[in-house]
């Protein structure tokens, strides 16, 4: 079964209130049907996730058997290949979505591996596995979202120049940390850096320990000045904002979270937008927020959410406060910078026709994704085989896939699995098709040819 490609049922949760973010996608293509199969459906207004992958909360199924991904490869090791198969315990190294966002999901991070195994043995309700989750967030539609602490300048300026969180967290707490920084904003030195991190930590606890009551008065006060000063709020915004995105911003959430604490924390992360195709990453432990968008989404095979915001869920703030790395710095460190992908033949018509394959690859070894755009009718793009499993989506348009002899329909929304060392050819039907691969392999592939 080396090779062999598995169509897989897109297993996702419709009506569910379990996950925040699985609740009815209004993103890419309608309702699509698969032999039979909903691959997905568009519901409530709310947004949705759709998982690809072997962990246990939504494992994806095999179409026509209703297997689960899971069984699959863990009775067929060759599907993952050995290496693989032994470093991750038979399980998909890597977790793959599809995320639409329509209502701001929770402020967050994700724990690293100690502290994962940690949570999962002290609460495995709320922390479901004990694995780490640092993940990769590629822009299919304009995408907004808050993504790790801003540079401290601009902290120090936003503390100022809004009263209401001053306020809310206290002259002391606020001038504190303007005298602890002041000078070093930008200083490399360690010793600095420890300064500095402490410093964050502790004006940024001092908001996350606020009473409710007191956060949602300050909120009126916020809410109340960005109406009314548009372009002049938040000192006319700052370095990487202007004032009045900034009150269009926190007016916005607060249709969605009225008087919620994410409100100020805003103040304290960068904001930020990603283009089509543009990408960022995240580590273990830093904190985000995504906003608004469709994006492609791929993260160490995990759920574990630390939440202190933006949702009803539970949240538990004490971790949060203490895991975060505390590293500040402008969004455009956070930015990936994607290459063409080496392992890949495309033939004339995709050559005359501009068409590409572009590889995101991250620091770690669990994942790597490839974005297949072929502009043509004809086009074809044919992968080198590696030593890893992928899991393919068509986004857009629609094609064939094959993997050996065998040929399958791709259109949009439909979903396969490929097994490690198996070649495989994406061709185009239209003149408009978009894949994405998601990969894992640990002989060199992942990255550009030496």
């Known amino acids: 079964m080396i090779g062999v490609s598995l169509v897989l049922s897109t297993i996702y949760i419709v009506y569910s209130t379990e996950k925040e973010h699985r609740q009815g996608w209004e993103g890419i293509s309608g309702c699509k049907v698969c032999g039979g199969h ?18 246990p909360s ?164 916020l809410v109340a000045a960005a109406k009314e000063e548009g372009e002049t709020f938040a000192g006319n915004g700052g370095p990487s904002n202007g004032g009045q995105e900034l009150a269009d911003l926190v007016v916005r959430l607060n249709s ?85 992908y080496p392992y890949v033949t495309l033939n004339s018509i995709a050559y005359s026709s501009a068409s590409s394959t572009t590889l995101y690859d991250p620091p770690i070894e669990e994942f790597s994704v490839v974005k297949t755009d072929l502009k043509k009718q004809g086009a074809k793009a044919t992968f080198e085989a590696i030593e890893g499993p992928s899991i393919v989506i068509c986004t857009k348009g629609q094609g064939k896939i094959s993997v050996g002899p065998k040929v399958e329909d791709m259109k949009e929304g439909f979903v396969y699995f490929v097994g490690a060392t198996a070649e495989l050819v994406l061709e185009s039907g239209c003149d408009d098709f978009t894949a994405f691969k998601a990969f894992c392999d640990l002989t060199g592939k992942e990255g550009s040819k030496s």
Request: hydrophobic share 40%; glycine share 6%.
């Open 38 to 55: 909903t691959v997905w459906r568009i519901f409530n207004p709310r947004g949705q996730a759709l998982w690809m992958g072997t962990h």
């Open 256 to 340: 969605q979270f009225e008087g919620d604490i994410g409100l100020f924390v805003l103040f304290y992360l960068n904001y930020v937008k990603l283009e089509v195709g543009e990408a960022m990453f995240l580590k273990a432990d830093d904190i985000h927020a995504y906003l608004s968008g469709d994006i492609m989404e791929c993260m160490a095979s995990s759920d574990n959410v630390v939440r202190a915001g933006f949702t009803p869920k539970f949240q538990d703030i004490p971790t949060l406060t203490t895991m975060l790395t505390y590293s500040y710095a402008p969004i455009s460190e956070q930015k990936m910078s994607p290459v063409d």
């Open 58 to 221: 939504l494992p994806s199924k095999d179409l026509e058997t209703q297997r689960t991904l899971l069984d699959l490869v863990q009775d067929n090791q060759a599907l993952m290949s050995t290496e693989i198969g032994q470093r991750y315990g038979g399980k998909l190294p890597f977790l793959f979505k599809v995320l639409s966002i329509r209502k701001a999901l929770s402020i967050q991070a994700h724990p690293n591996k100690k502290l994962a195994e940690e949570l999962h043995s002290k609460d495995p309700k709320n922390y479901p596995d004990d694995n780490h989750k640092p993940e990769m967030t590629i822009a299919i539609t304009p995408f907004d979202g808050l993504c790790g602490f801003r540079p401290l300048t601009e902290i120090s300026h936003y503390l100022s120049a809004v009263p209401s969180l001053r306020r809310l967290i206290g002259d002391s707490a606020a001038e504190n940390f303007e005298k602890a920084v002041k000078g070093q904003e930008t200083s490399n030195d360690e010793q600095d850096l420890v300064k500095n991190k402490n410093a964050l930590q502790t004006v940024f606890s001092a908001l996350m320990k606020c009473k409710k009551s007191d956060v949602s008065a300050a909120a009126k006060d």
